[in-house]
């Protein structure tokens, strides 16, 4: 499933994210590239151990927590740091499937990517260019948003990002492994979760709801690893 989630981060979040981004030093984007993906990447990050990539991370993990959409969506078990990339004019990443495994720089913290996201923290009027392209059986899907909105794709997914052709685009981007590592799977609980809820907000105590309830947290139950 590829999910657009709205305003993860509040327009203030966003211009104290691009403040602090503005003064950091970036590095060479190939760093986190495996050796295919290296070949087509050309951009700019901040190091992972950069004091400004973990604040501004740590802020984007909060918020996260809390969001009820991301929260259903993605089954989160564990969340590699976040991490920041710059495309400026003739920058962008040809198309790569990324790394199953993750080795953060804590020799414990190795996730397997289940889930990709993109926050975008430059409007879409900052920039030409630099969508993110995401390949599923459906063809290929375009995506670019607002700043402070995120997208969520599976990471089994072939994506790209186009060059860009004017200005810049700034973005976070990481990856989670999910309580339930098959998109099928994750996607059933998802809608299922947004139906209870929507039948929850039109007819608040139907007799329905703790039936339906109880069998979305059974088939949770069958299919998460924690
Ligand atoms: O910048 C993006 O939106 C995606 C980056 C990406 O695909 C990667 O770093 O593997
Ligand atoms: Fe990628």
Redesign the pocket.
Known sequence: MLLRIPQVLTKEQVSHCRERLASADWIDGRV?AGLG?AKVKKNTQLPEDSAVAVELGDLILTALESNAIFVSAALPSRVFPPLF?RYEVGDG?GA?V?NAIRQGLDAEARIRTDL?C?LFLSAPDEYDGGE?TVDDTYGSHSVKLPAGDMVLYPSTSL?A?TPVTRGARI?S?FWLQSMVRDDGQRTLLFDFDRSIQALNADHAGHAAIVPLTGIYHNLLRRWAEL
């Open positions: 986190t993906s990339n990443f790569h990324d990709s993109t993110l994506h990002v973005a981007f």
